[in-house]
């Protein structure tokens, strides 16, 4: 794999001495990393780790104590509409308008974005076909299941043909098919240059899709790199999953839930 380190001019994001807190709590503490071009870079960590302030800060929702956001040589608060071009965004939790169809929804983005509507029109087609949302185009999206509407928003956060995607738990309420074509779909966004961050709790996807990995806990990297070169820091040869509770230091307590699990009574048989 190329060495993208070495490349400053291949930097998307680039996060320095980010710090962001909640009254007396701090959520983000100096938290720096970099997002290269052509790479899926995962942001990893536990529930309350700082990962959703990370986000919400690279989208300038949240205004920054100290540090600094770049994408593209954008920053976040200053340059927001630049920012909001080149980033497309997926949210964990469903952020629809369910009183209009589909096709309202996704008129009025094309219309807001003031995108082209013939290429748009054709990237359209194209996402809507690939997804199997092509039937739903003129429902209500209130009457659509949890899956069917996440595939709505991976449409909304494609159709503009961002450079960087920003992906919350991604597969959330998607059938296997569908999750097996979006992968493929993040496969070819950085295979034509695109960049993706990746957070997700699904220790699975993170290990067959991201090219780097960061490891946040208490609003901080703790450790970052290839999962290879994550099991070479550990010495092991052990799953991400269980390298993930090991550096979170959760394995221990995870171990003793699970033996507690195990000592309670079997099922009596009627």
Known sequence: MKDLKKDNNNIMLEITNLTKKYGQTIAVDNLTFTVFTGEIYGLLG?????????????????????????VLGYNPISSPTQVKELIGYLPEESSLYESMTVKE???????IRKLDPASTLQTLD???????????????????????????????????????LILDEPLFGLDTRS??????IFRLHIEQGGSILL????????QQLCTRIGIINNGTIIV??????LQEKSNSTKSLEQLFLEL???SEITSNIIQQLRDIPA???K
């Open 248 to 250: 979170t230091n959760q």
């Open 179 to 184: 999750a097996v074509i979006l992968k493929e």
């Open 126 to 164: 194209r996402l809507l076909d690939v997804l199997n949302a092509r039937k739903y185009y003129t429902s209500m999206i209130a009457s659509l299941s949890k899956g069917n509407k996440r595939k709505i928003e991976i449409i909304t956060a494609l159709i503009h043909r961002p450079q960087l």
């Open 46 to 70: 536990p529930n309350g780790a700082g990962k959703s302030t990370t986000l919400k800060s690279i989208l300038g929702l949240l205004e920054l104590d100290s540090g600094k956001i770049s």
């Open 105 to 111: 929804l996704l008129d009025f983005i094309i219309s």
């Open 224 to 229: 970052e790199g290839t999962f290879e070169e």
């Open 199 to 206: 957070s997700t709790h699904i220790m699975d996807l993170a």
């Open 267 to 269: 099922i009596k048989a």
